[in-house]
């Protein structure tokens, strides 16, 4: 690994995509406190990370900030800490929620065409 100074903030996050050559998209969630209706919603954060640890989709990771590796790339992964479990699950079904209207559509259109 190159020798990479760290410096700033540090973060623990989920690895979402890493379809780029040595670099992880991660993502975070955060809550926020909204007074108007004094209850918190959720948030999330999503950066591009250095990847040179190889860490994979759905591995759950520690980024440090460090100087500009390029222009979207400010973060080194320095850490995998483990895997998250559900991560695939909660995948699989999104692509499957993607897909269903589609099949839905293809159906009606097809009744349609019968009649």
């Not at 050559?21 to 909204?34: I, M, P």
């Not at 954060?45 to 591995?59: I, T």
Request: charged share 40%; glycine share 4%; proline share 2%.
């Amino acid at each position: 690994m190159k020798n990479i100074t760290v410096r700033g903030r540090t973060f623990t996050g989920i690895v979402v995509s890493t379809k780029m050559a040595k670099t992880a998209t991660v993502e975070w969630e955060y809550r926020t406190y909204l007074q108007k209706y004094e209850r918190y919603e959720k948030q999330r954060s999503r950066v591009k990370a250095h990847n040179e640890m190889n860490a994979k989709k759905g591995d759950i990771v520690e980024i440090k900030e460090c100087r500009p590796l390029s222009k979207t790339k400010n973060f080194v992964i320095t850490k995998i800490i483990g895997q998250e479990r559900l991560f695939l699950e909660r995948e699989a079904r999104l692509e499957e929620s993607k897909k269903a209207p589609v099949e839905k559509k293809k159906k009606i259109v097809e009744e349609e065409e019968a009649e």
